[in-house]
């Protein structure tokens, strides 16, 4: 194993453990996988809580999804086809993080869209932020459930099942998670004193200008 691999096992414990502090996850849902190269990917196993997840539990694939290396008894976690469709459409994209962030989640349940305009953060970091028909989870029909969207998109959420992030690192991801949940939980506070008010047109206009300038 090179000393690269070792600090990207342990960099996807550590995020692993900063969304379950943070209740983005529990028990031993939700999954994350990261490039270690052009071919290989390291990916979460299926089963294992998230807290207690040692860095040799995690799982070496191809892009194909062939186990090259994992402990015994251990196997992929069961959204690998997601993760794989997603550098399949990014080449560009080096981590994945699918978590289950409680208020985004229960946003779909009531089937209201992901409130983009009315906090001026959420557009210029994230952008506008689709929601994927519902799909079952681990089917392949999960996987082209978010094709088209995460070509476009770095933050897709995914009805009645969470969200999945996308960047350039695994910190880069969970900070789209962080601030894709914490919009979705003031929206909902604001919306048990009152009606939210919308930031004007031309604001949001301007917001989404930013935002793309920044997202390069």
Not at 150 to 158: E, N
Not at 165 to 185: D, F, M, P, T
């Amino acid at each position: 194993m090179t000393p690269y691999e070792e600090q990207l096992r342990q960099e996807i414990i550590r995020v692993t453990c900063l969304e379950a502090e943070q209740g983005l996850i529990r028990s031993s849902d939700g999954n994350t996988s990261a490039r270690l190269d052009e071919d290989r990917l390291l990916v979460t196993p299926s089963g294992v809580h998230k807290m207690t997840m040692k860095a040799d539990n995690l799982i070496l694939v191809n892009r194909e999804g062939e186990v090259l290396r994992a402990k015994p008894g251990l196997k992929p976690t069961s959204e690998l086809r997601m993760h794989l469709e997603v550098y399949r459409q990014r080449p560009d994209v080096q981590a994945v993080l699918h978590a289950h962030p409680p208020y985004t989640t229960a946003l779909t349940l009531v089937e209201s869209p992901f409130p983009t305009e009315y906090l001026p953060e959420v557009l210029v970091a994230l952008g506008e932020v689709p929601t994927a028909p519902y799909a079952t989870p681990g089917t392949a029909a999960l996987a082209n459930s978010i094709r088209d969207l995460i070509q476009g998109h770095d933050t897709v959420i995914l009805s009645h099942h969470g969200s999945l992030h996308v960047g350039q690192s695994l910190e880069e991801a969970l900070i789209a998670l962080e601030r894709l949940e914490h919009a979705a939980y003031t929206y909902c506070l604001a919306h048990n004193l009152g009606n939210p008010v919308p930031l004007p047109e031309a604001e949001l206009h301007q917001l989404k200008e930013i935002g793309q300038q920044l997202r390069g």
